[in-house]
Every structure is written in C-alpha cells, then in structure tokens.
C-alpha cells in the first residue's frame, strides 16, 4: 500500500516537473521568434532608410516587401510582402500630413509633406494553429539631404524657351501671349530647307514641341523634325534639325502616335513607311495589296494605322492595318473599303475615321472604325474634289476645290448616321488643309496673294488672309497656341509660320453682329436703349421705316439680332432722340404732317404713336434734341417768309413737350439754310448749317431764340454730324473734314478750333467715346467707319478705320457695352455692331525650362510650383512634364515623362502644384528639364510664377 501511494505521489510529481519544463521551453521558443519578428522589423526599417538614402522618389510605393538587388535594398513593388520562413513582412508607406504649425497631424491636414513619410513595418507569424503574434515597428522619415532648383525671377525665366508664352513685365512668371483675332496676320518666321523640293505635309506634336515636315522627293531628306519649343524666338534652321530620314519618296501625310512617326507616301511598295524617332530610322513599311497609288493620308492609334491612297479603279483604297509591332506589320489588312476616289485627307475622331474624297457625289466618307463595312456617305455640295477635313467635337469640316459654290463646308455629326450640313462659307479658292481652333477655321488655299484665309465659323464669313512667301500655294496648315504652320510649295520658305498682327483695343474695330431690316432702303440713323438697338431706314414703300432689334449674345463673342417691333412713317427717318428713361423716341423725318414723331417704345416688340409736331412745309425734319419738357427740331431751309412768333417757315423750333398729345411750338428762330443737327448745351444751342457750319443760338432769350455766335470753317463745305463731350463740340464737314472746338466759358459763343483733321470722303454723324475717340461715318469706300483719336483734343488722330462695305450714316456708341452701332447703306446688314477687338491670350502653350546640371548622376526627386489660375471658359491649367539625359546633347531628343514615368501615354503629366514625387525611371541621369503646358480660355491665361525640382 504504501509503494503505490508512494508511486502515485511520484507520478503527479513527475507530471508537474515535465509540464513546467514542457512551458518553459515553449516560452523560451516565443521568445525567439519574437526577438527574430523584431529584427526582421528592423530590417524593414533599415530597409526603407537605405532606399531613401538612395533615392527619395523611390518611396512612392503603398504596400511593398523589399528585396536586395545589386547590393542594396529595393522595392519589390506595390501590393507585395515578404515571405521569410514562418514569418510575413508587410511594409506601408502613408503620406505625412502637417498643420498650421507644421507639426504632424492626422491628414488631411493642412497640407501634405512631401519630404516626409510615414514607414509601417508589420511582422506576422503563426504561434500554434489558428493563433497569430504580430510585431510592428514605426519610423517617419524625411527628405533631408535634397538639393533643390527653382525658377522664379526673369534672369530664370529668360533661360527658358517659350511657344506662345512670354515674361510678364515683371519678369517674374510666365503667362500665354496675347493672341488675338486673326483679322490681320503676318509671317512670324520660316523654316528653309535645302534644295528645290517643296513641303508637302506637316504635324505638330504638341506633347513634345517638335514639328515633323514631310517633303516631295529629291535629293534631300524628305521627313524632318524640328524643336519649335522657343518659337517666341523664331524658328530652327534646318542644320538644327533634331532629326531627318531620307525616304527616297515625297511625304503626302504625317501622323505622330507614340514612339513613332506614320507616313504615307508616293514609293510603290512602302506606301506606309514607319519612323522610329528615338533616331529617325526606318523600322518598318507596308505595302498595299493591290496596285493602288500613293498613300495619300495616313492617321495611326493604338496598334492601328489607317491609311488612304489614291483612286484605284474598282480597288480599294482605305485600309486598316495592324501596327502592334511596327517593324513586322501584317501584310494583311485588317479591314478596307473601296471609295471611287482618292483619299486626300482623314482624320480620326472617336470610333469613326472622317475622309475627304475626289469622289465627285460622295466626297465626304465616314467609317465606323468598330465595323469597317459599316460607313456613311456624303454628298458635299459642287462637283469639286474634297482636299480636306477637319472635326471639332461634334462639327465636321471638309474643304473643296474652289467653284463656284462655297469652298468650306460645316457639318452636324453628332449622329454620324444622320449627318446634317449647317453652312459653307466661299473662300474662292481650293481649301487644302483646315485646323479649326476656337470657333475660326484657318485655311491653306492656293491663292496667290492670300495663301492663309481665317474664317469666322460662327456666321461663316472670311474675316482675315494672310500672304504667304513665295509660289501662291500651301498645301496644309495646322494651329497650335499662337500660330498658324503651313506647309508651302515655295523652294525657299517651305514652311511658314503666321501669328496674328491685330492690335487689341480701337486699333482694330471687329464687327461682332449685324441686322438686316426688311427691304433695300437705307439706313440713316441709329439709337439704342439697353439690350435694345433702333435703326430709321428711308422711305420704304409699302413698308415699315423704324424697327426695333433684341441683341441677344451667340457664340464666340458675336450677337444676333433679333426683330422685335416697327412702325410705318412712309418717309426717310432723318435723326433719331431717345429718352434717358428708354420709354420714349423722337424721330426727325421727312414725312408731312410728322416732321417730329413721337413713339412710345417702353414694350419694344409693340411699338406705339405718342405724338406729333407738323412744322411748316416743306416738312423735312432734320435734327432732333431733347432737354426735359423741351424738344428742339431743325428743319431743311424754308425758303418761305418767315414768322419766328408764329412758328411759321422757320428751321429752329423750341417745342413743349411735357403733354405729347398737344405738341406746342413756344418759339422759333430763323436759320436761313438747312438745319442738319443739333446738340444742346445749357443754354444754347449748336446748329449745323449749309452755309456758316455751326450756328449758335440762345435757346433761353424771349421771346424768341437769337443767334449769339457761330463757326465759320475755312472754305465752303456744309456741317453735318454734331457731338457734345463736356466743354468740347465735334462737327464734320461734307467735304470730309472733322473739326474740334473749345466751347468752353466765353468761348460757348466764340468757338475757338483746337484741332481740326481731313478724313477723306463725304462725312456723316458723329458719336462720341467721352475722351477716347470719336466715331464718324463716312462715304469713304472700304474706310466708312472712322475712328479718331481725341484722348488730346488739340492733336487729334485716326485711329484706325473699319469697312462697312457700305456707307455709314450714323453711329451710336454705347459706353455700358463699349459697343458702336452703325446704320449703313448695306442693303444686307443696315445695322451691324463693332466693337474694339478684345484682347485674346492663346489658349495652348509651353514654356521649356533651361538645361539644368545635377553635376553627378543623383536621383530626382520632387517637383512641384506655384500656380495663378483664374477662373475662365472652358478651363485654366497647368501641367508639367520632366526628362534627364546622360548628356545636353541626348536630352534634347530624351522623351518627356509625367509621375507615371516613360510609359508614352501622353495623358501623363504632373497636375499637382504642391509637388509629386518623380518617377525614378528619369534616375541616373545628370542632366534634367521641365516643360510646363499651358492651357487658357482665351481671354484669360494662367501665370506660372515658381517651379522647384528636388534632387539627391
């Protein structure tokens, strides 16, 4: 008994001892592996920090395990860990967020630390099943040793090159330039290359700044590229080309998609010829299947190139082509399509390739690119080639040979299965290239003295030419910020290069709407009460001579008019007065018995009669003047006996108004000549008159008015238009002369002349622009509307003409609008409105930084600037782009790169102003650049004023 207690006892003895070590030495073992999960935490950490010490833009990563490679610590890439044995490594790298005091907060925060960031290190291993042990580390690391770049002041700035960019007058950011309206152009710059073969075709890759040409066959090379990043600066000479290839073959077409450059061209068997444009080599053609002729056209994306050739019989000639490896493209087409003509241009636009044809009824092509047999025809208006086609969103645009149709027409595509013509415009030449940008289509035509035309789409019109050197064609243009390229058959500018000379402001008048009013009559005056305009007409038998117009704004600046109401006089409307409350108009006419008529016009579309005053015969009422209560009309000379008492057979009569029912003349004064127009000045009156030109009455003696003073300008010519502007009286003369008189104290009856100018043929009414300019209409052929210059009254100017294409009677300046209404003798447009031309900023544009030296090979690291982005239509931005070469020679042809790095996507760019780190694919390079790409909404431009690259 007592043995097998003792055995029992020794057995839970025994039993205890063994679990006790049994737990100890599993203690023992935990404790291992978590003193290994530590240091392998550690060596997460140490891990960051040498990938840091090597290169900051490297920790870009979210989540990553880390590997050696070549002797140092390197990411394996995003969403990786680390498998070591039992244990998995997992390192996060998060943003590092600052507050107002730039201490560490929870982000947002107030802004995001570029040169900080937070490393998590987490080890995770298995204890028993089922059951984890986890050990995490935290470090914060910073950018701490980075040497940094920036551009700020005009000496950095002035470095850089500039395409339709400039320094502002301070020097210290970049802005857009000015571009304004192309009513005026002149050639910026050429480029001349060697030998007598012409341009032919031309690209513009905006992504890089280069200009690709191609040219006819010779004995030079027909594809060239050119750096136009400081075309500010004027253009490159051939000898600095960036590259050339010598095809043996003209160029008909250009396109640029990636890496490579597409041609299309005349050499039998490689009608499609690839450029590999890393160094401008040949890697790669293809040749049509049948016998066609020269591949005309050309456009590629993606792994597909589209190319156009000339008419082949009862052949094809469009194709689809498989590029996915340009130097071995498949000998088989992916699709094709017979069009019966040639294939002068195409372009693509979403899933659809647009082609102008020499076809003579199906000129205009569309080919669904998701179904090559699926395709809609368009029959443009003329039997005339197609040379061109352009789209702009959801507006096609094809050019023809000239006819006598319009040359360039304008579709509706925005369902490509019901295609819709909205309008042509005649240019009266070929159209062989369109870009269109901002509501103008430019044009290369073959005429002589006008090889660029500019059209106005908006009410497609031709409103600037610009004269290109040499033979008098150019065979294709495009646009990009500032400028028009064209491509000439001219031996020595085979590219020209236009930018628009118009002056922003009164320089350049722009006419910006017109109105036609019913039937050919005239249109001798013009007035305007808020969005309302009212034009007199002369006698219009049968119909109305006074309308009303609602100006309501279109597209692109202009304004239409829109009829609303009129009314019948059955006599010439002579001078128009409106109310400064807009409810009433006194009208000065030629009818008897309403010499003056009053409209009451408060509703516009439904004007009324309010009043009438039959001055004695012959009724021909010329001028007309309100003061409160008071009218004041001036009559054609009555040659009569006169009764100033009794009102009778006079030509100035003071008339109450204040009950428009019973007009009443209260007294009158005898002129003795015609009585033109009339101004008032407190108490006188200024006349103009057919024999002394200005006559001066006092309107406020009794009990008649009396003549107190006049003007008597050298030689005989009759006054016509009047204007007041404070202390100073403007008159013209029909002889063309404008005068300008100080009326001021003494001188109200004495005027005495500060300066007097000739402009030209036969002047009319006058309008005033208070100490700025004085509107005159005239005869003048292609000058009717004369802008003078009277900001110093005693040294008066023109200041720039405008052709109405028929005369203008009067103007009427508007100074809430800036606006000038002219009523004119175009039978067309009797009412049009002109304004200063705007100033106008291109809406694209770069500016290239200088070539900067890190001085060994370091990494780069961060980039980031400071941006001024106004609010404007469509948009404002800025974007920049990078790129670094072992060499200055080799970074001029070095691919630009966004934070994605060199991946060729051109939707790639740095748009974070407060800095994005660098793509380490531009690491190990000593030599670095920037690019910023502008993009404006016409009237405004965004301002770069600092840029910062951080390096190692």
């Not at 019913?518 to 109305?544: C, H, L, M, R, W």
């Not at 015969?617 to 209560?629: S, T």
């Not at 030109?693 to 006092?698: D, M, R």
């Not at 934070?899 to 000593?926: A, K």
Request: with cysteine; net charge negative; glycine share 10%.
């Amino acid at each position: 008994m007592e043995v097998i207690l003792a055995l029992a006892i020794f057995g839970i003895i025994g039993t205890t001892i063994a679990t006790l070590i049994v737990g100890s030495l599993s203690a023992l073992n935990q404790g291992g592996e978590q003193t290994v999960a530590e240091a392998l935490a550690e060596e997460g950490i140490e891990g960051v920090r040498s990938i840091r010490d090597n290169a900051w833009n490297e920790l870009r990563v979210s989540a990553s395990g880390i590997e050696p490679q070549f002797g140092k610590w390197t990411f394996k890439g995003e969403a990786t860990t680390d498998a070591i044995g039992k244990y998995t490594r997992t390192i996060t790298l998060d943003d590092v967020c600052r507050d107002a005091t730039d201490e560490i907060t929870s982000c947002p925060g107030i802004y995001t630390d570029l040169h900080s960031k937070k490393a998590t290190v987490e080890i995770v291993w298995e204890v028993r099943p089922g059951i984890n042990n986890t050990v995490q580390r935290i470090a914060y690391f910073t950018n701490w040793d980075s040497v940094t770049v920036t551009d700020t002041t005009k000496a950095d700035f002035d470095a850089g090159s500039h395409n339709s960019t400039f320094n502002t007058t301070s020097g210290n950011d970049v802005e857009l330039t000015e571009s304004n309206i192309f009513l005026t152009s002149a050639i910026h710059d050429t480029i001349q290359l060697s030998g007598n073969e012409n341009a032919n075709s031309i690209f513009i890759d905006e992504y890089s700044d280069i200009l690709y040409v191609g040219r006819v066959s010779g004995s030079n090379a027909e594809f060239l590229a050119f750096d136009i990043s400081d075309i500010e600066n004027g253009t490159p000479l051939e000898s600095e080309a960036l590259g050339s290839t010598e095809i043996g073959a003209t160029v008909n077409s250009i396109f640029v998609d990636g890496n490579y450059a597409y041609l299309a061209t005349d050499k039998s068997g490689e009608e499609l010829i690839v450029i590999d444009l890393e160094d401008y080599t040949i890697i790669g053609s293809w040749d049509t299947p049948s016998n066609e002729g020269a591949g005309l056209s050309v456009v590629a994306t993606g792994t597909r190139a589209f190319i156009g050739t000339q008419a082949n019989g009862s052949g094809v000639e469009w194709y689809a082509v498989d590029v996915t490896d340009p130097t071995n493209i498949n000998p088989m087409p992916l699709g094709d399509e017979e069009i019966s003509g040639d294939v002068n241009d195409m372009i693509i636009s979403g899933n659809f390739a647009h082609l102008a044809t020499s076809h003579d009824t199906l000129d205009y092509y569309i080919i669904d690119l998701t179904d090559y047999n699926n395709e809609e025809t368009i029959d443009v208006p003329g039997n005339d080639n197609a040379w061109s086609v352009y789209v702009d969103g959801t507006k096609s645009y094809i050019g023809k040979s000239s006819s006598t149709n319009a040359e360039i027409f304008e579709y509706d595509i925005s369902t490509i299965t019901s295609v819709n013509l909205i309008d042509a415009v005649e240019v009266g030449d070929n159209v062989l290239g369109i870009a269109v940008e901002d509501g103008f289509a430019y044009l290369a035509t073959n005429d002589g003295s006008n090889e660029l035309q500019i059209a106005r789409l908006e009410n497609y019109t031709v409103i600037g030419t610009g004269n290109a050197n040499g033979s008098g064609t150019c065979n294709r243009v495009v646009f990009y910020g500032a400028y028009a390229y064209l491509a000439c058959r001219d031996n020595t500018d085979e590219i020209q290069i236009f930018k628009s000379s118009a002056v922003a402001g009164w320089e350049t008048p722009y006419e910006i709407g017109n109105g036609d009013t019913p039937g050919n009559d005239n249109a001798p005056v013009v007035g305007f009460y808020g969005d309302y305009v009212f034009i007199g007409t002369e006698k219009n038998s049968g119909g109305q001579e006074f309308f009303s117009f609602h100006v309501t704004s279109g597209a692109n600046g202009l304004y239409e008019f829109e009829p609303s109401g009129s009314y019948e006089i059955s006599q010439t409307v002579n001078d128009i007065f409106i109310t400064s409350d807009g409810n009433y108009v006194y009208l000065a006419t030629s009818e008897d018995p309403q010499e003056l008529l009053v409209l009451n016009i408060t509703d516009p579309a439904n004007i009324v009669y309010a009043g009438v005053f039959d001055a004695s015969d012959p009724p021909n009422g010329n001028g007309v003047y309100v003061v409160g209560n008071t009218a004041y009309l001036v009559t054609k000379n009555n040659a009569g006996t006169s009764d100033p008492f009794s009102c009778v057979n006079t030509e100035l009569y003071v008339l109450d108004i204040s009950n428009l029912s019973n007009i009443q003349c209260t007294k009158s004064g005898e002129l003795g000549e015609d009585g033109n127009a009339i101004v008032v000045s407190g108490n006188y009156a200024y006349i103009s008159t057919n024999g002394e030109e200005i006559q001066i009455w006092n309107i406020a003696s009794n009990p008649l008015p009396t003549k107190v003073g006049g003007y008597d300008a050298p030689g005989g010519s009759n006054g016509r238009g009047l204007a007041l502007d404070g202390n100073t009286l403007y008159f013209t003369r029909a002889n063309g002369e404008f005068y300008v008189l100080d009326i001021s104290g003494a001188n109200a009856t004495d005027p005495q002349p500060k300066d007097s100018i000739d402009l030209g043929n036969g002047n009319f009414n006058i309008s005033i622009q208070s100490g700025v300019n004085a509107f005159v209409g005239s005869a003048d052929g292609n000058t009717e509307l004369k802008i003078v210059n009277i900001e110093d009254p005693n040294n008066i100017s023109i200041r720039a003409t405008f052709d109405a294409d028929g005369n203008v009677l009067d103007a009427a300046y508007d100074a809430a609008t800036g606006y000038v209404y002219l009523a004119t003798t175009n039978n067309d447009q009797e009412l049009q409105i002109v304004e200063a031309l705007p100033q106008r900023f291109a809406q694209k544009g770069t500016f290239t930084s200088q070539i900067f030296d890190a001085t060994d090979t370091s990494p780069f690291q961060v980039l980031s600037w400071t941006e001024t982005i106004p609010s404007c239509t469509p948009t404002c931005d800025i974007t920049i782009l990078f790129r670094s070469a072992a060499t200055i020679a080799g970074i001029k042809n070095a691919k630009w790169a966004g934070p994605e790095g060199l991946d060729l996507d051109e939707d790639d760019f740095f748009t974070n102003p407060t800095g994005t780190l660098i793509h380490p694919d531009t690491n190990g390079f000593r030599y670095f650049q920037y690019k910023a790409m502008f993009t404006g909404g016409g009237t405004e431009s965004p301002e770069l004023e600092d840029v910062i690259v951080d390096y190692k």
